[in-house]
């Protein structure tokens, strides 16, 4: 290998090593991400949440996000919530957003997702003043955690995505060449600005809106180092929903589906709608997979309707 060649090698390594921990810096040195952000640690995890608080409070919200999102999927829809008088808790699942990255947790020390958000919203409030909401794969932790917290007052689904075994996908091999290729995507095809802006199309299913999305939301949390490898370990990881069990829960449920969502399939809606088959049910014409955001102001008078009927 000549000079040059040598020089070339060496300036690449160089870049491929300073480059994630630059991500790895940029993450920890933002204590803060938003002037309403809080953490909450157990164990080796730490959960970014933030809590909007409501005036002459009516109850309490917990949301959950969708894959790849993040608490500001549900700025727009708390916002109105908070001023109908419900205080929202937007809370960053492991390996989103700000929270802990599920690779850097062991085997031993891993605590599941929803025991996780159990334990935050009982750090805020006892159990039974909490209603919860979730969206996409959210809205599939959401129906895990009301089914082993019965006690809480509601289940809201938004486009939910049912969790199936991630058991198949545990091959430590298969998983980190997984996990390369997801964060190739993430840290470095999300700053492809028209190509993440299609995406989001996609997800609203409304350029108007789209155009004028800030797509920082969307790309930011996604580029911090290993959040692809992260979301294949969390994958693997996740508690599956039972569906028999979660069919038997009492609380009252709304279900909001989107009739041009591009994500779910018929039979995960079909799914949904038999695991829920007295559910209070509302369809979002002419709504995508992110509807929550585009949205908001209809879903708002659907979910007070429902809280408040």
């Given amino acids: 290998m000549n000079r040059t060649t040598t020089r070339i090698f060496s300036l690449i390594c160089a870049f491929l090593f300073i480059i994630p921990m630059l991500s790895l810096s940029a993450f920890a040195a933002e204590e803060k991400p938003f002037e309403n952000s809080r953490f909450y640690t157990q164990g080796k995890y730490t959960i970014h949440y933030r809590v909007l608080e409501a005036e002459n409070e009516k109850g309490k919200i917990l949301m959950i996000h969708g894959f790849a999102l993040s608490t500001a999927t549900w700025e727009p829809l708390a916002a109105n919530l908070v001023d109908e008088g419900y205080t929202c808790v937007l809370v960053d699942l492991p390996g989103f957003g700000y929270s802990t990255r599920e690779c850097d947790v062991s085997e031993e020390d891993f605590i599941a997702r929803e025991q996780l958000v159990i334990s935050l ?45 991630g058991s198949s996908m545990s091959n430590p091999i298969m998983l980190k060449i997984m996990g390369a290729m997801s964060n190739f995507v993430f840290e470095h095809l999300t700053k492809i600005t028209p190509l993440l802006r299609l995406v989001a199309y996609f997800a609203f299913m409304d350029w108007e809106f789209t155009k004028n999305y800030d797509l920082d939301a969307i790309s930011k949390p996604l580029q911090i180092h290993n959040t692809g490898y992260s979301n294949m370990l969390t994958a693997a990881r996740a508690m599956p929903n039972d569906l028999e069990k979660i069919s038997k829960i009492e609380m009252p449920v709304l279900v909001i589906q989107a009739d041009k969502d591009m994500i779910l399939t018929d039979d995960m809606k079909k799914t949904v709608a038999e695991t829920f088959p007295d559910a209070t049910n509302y369809l979002v014409v002419n709504g995508g997979h992110m509807c929550e955001e585009n949205r908001a102001d209809e879903l708002n008078q659907v979910i007070i309707d429902f809280l408040e009927k």
């Fill in 121 to 165: 919203m009982k750090t805020i409030a006892p159990i039974e003043e909490w209603h919860i909401m979730g969206q996409s794969m959210g809205g599939g932790v959401s129906m895990n955690i009301a089914a082993m917290e019965p006690s809480i007052k509601s289940l809201m689904l938004v486009c939910p995505c049912p969790i199936s075994d």
